[in-house]
């Protein structure tokens, strides 16, 4: 039996992956990634956030690589990851109704300006004002209509908004806009109070939120950055903000992360910053998707959720 290797935050939780993945699949032989007892010519399959240069490749007889989350940007960035394997991306329901959920609190907060009131509740300020837009009243664009964009576009419609989106193909949703392609972005900006980036980070998708983009939106839109940091050009973002152009930014992802203590974006009074917690399924949903789609593997039968090194994601 291949071993499965395991590297997905700190090792004092092992023991409660292990739990997981003995409920998911008690026949699984499951490890933390360092244990020293496992010889890399038994690892068969790995589970791994951010796995240490080299690695993968260190391990002979490895069949499939999981990511521990939807991105794999992490994985991919490591120019000796096997590309001749499966690299399986993190997906499952959990993980989309926790997107959804972070997002409709962020359309939310960017209605309401929640942000101001924290900072008047911090200077003991009675910042009274009218509510200009309820939700029905505004329309939120989601860039990326996968597992994510989708399921944040489903929740945010049944709070009231108005909902359109737009991916790399054309797609025919029930319910919702879209567009697709650059050529129809502009278009699709166009009529986005709130824009929501749920992308993956590819070539194509570096840097899409920058100045031409802001000037692109309404006057006094807002952002919701939760897919990855490379996506939004920060110094264009504070740019808007200060001039008008943008209203107010939830931004979960970063160029750099931990964000640098000194960065601007920390004390700027329109912008919500959050520490990468957007949507972190729980153990259990991670553990029963991995020892699922093993089995599958086991089966001869198709994975789903894979990465296609030719799209980028
Ligand atoms: P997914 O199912 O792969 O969906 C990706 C979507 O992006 C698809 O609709 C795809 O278009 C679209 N897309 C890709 N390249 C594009 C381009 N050049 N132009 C326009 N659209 C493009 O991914 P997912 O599971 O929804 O996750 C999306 C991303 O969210 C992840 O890659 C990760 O970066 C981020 N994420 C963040 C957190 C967090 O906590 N902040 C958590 C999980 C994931 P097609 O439909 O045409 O293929
Ligand atoms: C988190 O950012 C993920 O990619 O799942």
């Known amino acids: 039996m291949m071993k499965v290797l395991i590297k997905s935050g700190p090792e004092e939780n092992f023991p409660l992956w292990a739990e997981c993945f003995k409920k998911a699949d008690p026949s699984l032989d499951v490890h933390f990634w360092s244990d020293k007892s496992v010889d890399p010519a038994d690892v068969g399959y790995v589970m791994v956030w951010e796995p240490p240069q080299g690695w993968l490749a260190s391990l002979p007889n490895l069949e499939v690589v999981f990511s521990s989350g939807a991105g794999v940007d ?5 120019p000796s990851w ?3 394997l499966p690299l399986v991306r993190m997906g499952g329901a959990d993980m989309a109704q926790r997107m959804g959920e972070f997002v409709v609190w962020s359309a ?10 924290a900072l008047g509740q911090a200077a003991h300020e009675w910042r009274y004002k009218e509510v200009e837009h309820s939700a029905p009243q505004r329309t939120v664009g989601i860039m990326g209509l996968g597992n994510l964009g989708v399921g944040s576009a489903r929740m945010l419609s049944a709070v009231g908004f108005n909902v359109r989106g737009w991916s790399r193909t054309a797609k025919d949703i029930e319910d919702l806009e879209t567009f697709a ?10 009529g986005a109070d709130i824009v929501v980036c749920l992308l993956p980070a590819t070539a194509e998708t570096k840097g899409l939120l920058d100045a031409t983009a802001f000037a692109a939106m309404p006057r006094g839109a807002g952002i919701i950055s939760v897919g990855r940091g490379q996506h939004l050009v920060e110094s264009d973002l504070i740019a808007a ?8 930014a939830v931004l979960d ?4 992360e931990p964000l640098a203590g000194d960065s601007p974006l920390w004390d700027h009074p329109r912008i919500i910053v959050t520490p990468h917690i957007a949507s ?3 153990r259990q949903e991670k553990a029963d998707f991995v020892a699922a789609s093993i089995e599958r593997h086991k089966n001869g039968q198709a994975l789903s959720n894979v990465f296609e090194a030719g799209r980028g994601y």
């Open 74 to 78: 992490h994985i991919t960035k490591d």
């Open 82 to 84: 096997p590309e001749a």
């Open 108 to 117: 939310l907060s960017l209605l309401r300006d929640t942000r101001d009131f």
């Open 181 to 190: 392609g650059p050529a129809e972005f502009e278009a699709f900006l166009s």
């Open 241 to 248: 903000l200060d001039n008008g152009g943008l209203s107010g």
């Open 253 to 256: 992802v970063f160029d750099k």
């Open 280 to 282: 972190t399924p729980s």
